[in-house]
C-alpha cells in the first residue's frame, strides 16, 4: 500500500483579472457586505501524479450589499505531491483550491491597496466545484 501525502503548490499563474471600483460605494455604510462566488475546477492526472486546479472568485452584486469594488480573478495551479513516489489522497486533491483562494485574496488586497477605498480582504466564499473523471 502506497502512503497518501499533501500537495504543494509547483507553479500558478492568473489567468484573468478585473478589479474596479464601485464609485456610490457609501464609506458610512455596511463594509460586510461583500458576498463573492467561487468556482473551483480540478484535475489529477495519475501518469505524472500532478493536480491541475482552476478558482475564479468574482463579486456577487446581486446579492451583494454597499460592495467597495468589483472583481473577477481567476488563478491556475500545478500542485505536485510533497513525497516522491506518494500517492495523492483525494482530500488533498480538493484542498489544493484553497491554496489558490488564498493567492486570490493576496492579490486582490494587493490591487486593492491603491484604489479609492483602501484594501479589501476577500472573506468568506462558498466553493462550487468541479471535477474532472480522473479525480
Avoid at 64 to 73: A, D, L, R, T
Avoid at 100 to 112: C, D, F, S, Y
Amino acid at each position: 500500500m502506497t502512503a497518501k501525502t499533501a500537495l504543494v503548490l509547483k507553479k500558478y499563474q492568473f489567468t484573468y483579472v478585473n478589479v474596479q471600483p464601485i464609485m456610490d460605494h457609501d464609506l458610512a455604510g455596511d463594509r460586510n457586505g461583500t458576498i463573492s462566488k467561487c468556482h473551483t475546477k480540478y484535475t489529477y492526472e495519475p501518469e505524472t501524479n500532478l493536480v491541475i486546479a482552476e478558482v475564479t472568485i468574482s463579486t456577487d452584486i446581486e446579492k451583494s450589499v454597499n460592495p467597495p469594488y468589483m472583481y473577477e480573478m481567476t488563478a491556475f495551479g500545478v500542485f505536485a505531491p510533497t513525497e516522491k513516489g506518494a500517492e495523492t489522497s483525494k482530500s488533498a486533491i480538493q484542498q489544493s483550491a484553497q491554496l489558490l483562494i488564498g493567492v486570490i485574496r493576496q492579490q486582490i488586497m494587493a490591487i486593492t491597496s491603491t484604489m479609492p477605498w483602501g484594501s479589501f480582504y476577500q472573506g468568506f466564499v462558498i466553493v462550487d466545484t468541479e471535477q474532472d473523471n480522473n479525480g
